[in-house]
Every structure is written in C-alpha cells, then in structure tokens.
C-alpha cells in the first residue's frame, strides 16, 4: 500500500474546498473529495484538477448535519487508503436573515453545517488522524474577526470555529495532531457572489476598492494556507487562526 498521506475535504465541489482539494493533490496528498447531493456543482470538476496534479482522488457524497453521513465519509477514506494525515472541514451555507425575524430553523440551519458540521468532521477525522496529523477548519472574518449585519447566525457559527480548533489543538496536541483555523477575507466564489445571500458581484468589485491588495481574494489563495497548515512545514503550528484577506481586517479607512 502506498505511503502516500491522505486528506478528507468537506465541501470540495466549488470554491476553497476544490482549491484546497488540488492544493493538497499537488503536494502528493490523496484525496478524498467531500460533496452534497444538494450543491449544483460538480464535483467531477475537482476530481479532475486532483487529477491533472498529479494526485488520486475520490469523490464521495456527505451531508455534514448527519454524525453517520460524516463518518462513513472518513471511514470511506480509511477503508480505501488505510490512513488518514489531514481533514479540511470547509463545508458551509449562507444565508440572509433579519435577527429579530429570524426563525429557530434558520438558526439552527446555519449552526448545524457551519458549527456542527465541523466539528463532526474534526471528531469522524480525529480516531484516525496519526502522529504528524492536521485538521483545519475555514472560518470567515464574518465571526472570525468582524460582526456582519443579517448574518448573526452565520457569524455565530464561524466564531464557534474559533473556540473549537483551539480547544482541539490542546486536546490532542499530546498526540502529534494539530489543528487550526482559517479565516478567509472577501474571497470571489459562488457564495460570495450570491446577490441574494452575500454581497454578490457588483459589491465584490466595490470591496475590491477599499481592499489594501486592491482586490477581493481568489479560492487558490486561502487554499495555499491550508496546503501549509496541512504541511510538515507547518508542524509546530497549532490552536491558530490565520487571516487570509488582503490587509482588510487591519485597514483603516479613510
């Protein structure tokens, strides 16, 4: 069987996950390719730039709100490969909401993808993960570093990242696991660009103006972090929340 390390990431059809997902390809990891059956993104799509990187991948499907969905899908990985060296718990949802309108389902919606469904990715990844093994979780500066207007629910749950990959990195820091968070700025993918839930593409253009690196950020560039975090290189760095942003969260505006 090959020595070759092994990734599971959640929400690798579009986005930071299939940036991620090739990322961690490139550097010779195998990849286990996380997607819902309710995203219309192909995950074929990332298969494919795993493959063009030279990597071996698969994609299974996985429904973060259910612990047994997300266990078979790491157990998936094991079974096929017979180790596991890296989780990415990217998986998320956004949505709009009015607080004092918003409903407990809709609360409880965003939580049990956004909060939960990590950690039921981290938990499922962690029986396995040996000596040497990363978990990272993609938080948002929504949450992570900044409060965001009809969004409390979602930045509720990307906070609690925070405070979870913390606790994790001195739980099983004694085990040779690490595990961190990354916190991605304004950052052009399909739920960015979502007018309806996000700022959409028009306001992702305006972002770009008052963005010191004078643009919103792309996939590939959150994505080179985790391949990092995800790294030997990367092997005393934990309990860690690095923001990928551009300097947006450190400007001032004039």
């Not at 997902?21 to 795993?50: N, W």
Request: charged share 20%.
């Amino acid at each position: 069987m090959s020595d070759a390390p092994v990734a599971v990431v959640t929400g690798a059809a579009s986005g930071i996950g299939r940036s991620a997902a090739q990322v961690l390809a490139r550097a010779g990891h195998r990849v286990a390719i996380g997607t819902y059956s309710g995203d219309l993104h192909d995950p074929e799509l990332t298969l494919a730039d795993v493959a063009a990187a030279g990597g071996e991948g698969v994609v299974v499907e996985v429904d973060v709100r259910r612990t047994e969905s997300v266990d078979a899908f790491v157990q998936a990985a094991v079974d096929r490969w017979g180790r596991l060296d890296v989780a990415v718990a990217n998986a998320g949802i956004l949505r709009q909401a009015v607080f004092e309108e918003m409903t407990d389902e809709q609360w409880d919606d965003i939580l049990q993808v956004d909060l939960h469904g990590v950690m039921r990715t981290a938990r499922a990844a962690a029986r396995h993960l040996r000596e040497g093994g990363s978990i990272t979780a993609v938080s948002s500066i929504a949450g992570g570093v900044y409060g965001w207007q009809e969004h409390a629910h979602y930045a509720t749950a990307k906070a609690g990242v925070l405070g979870l990959v913390r606790s994790l990195a001195v739980e099983y820091g004694p085990r040779g696991v690490r595990a961190n968070a990354i916190i991605p700025g304004l950052i052009e993918t399909p739920q960015s660009s979502d007018p309806v839930n996000s700022l959409g593409p028009d306001g992702l253009v305006r972002a770009g103006g008052y963005i010191p690196a004078g643009r919103v950020g792309r996939p590939e560039e959150v994505a080179e972090v985790i391949g990092f975090l995800s790294s030997p290189a990367a092997s005393y760095v934990s309990g860690q929340a690095i923001v990928v942003d551009g300097a947006l969260t450190v400007a001032m505006r004039d």
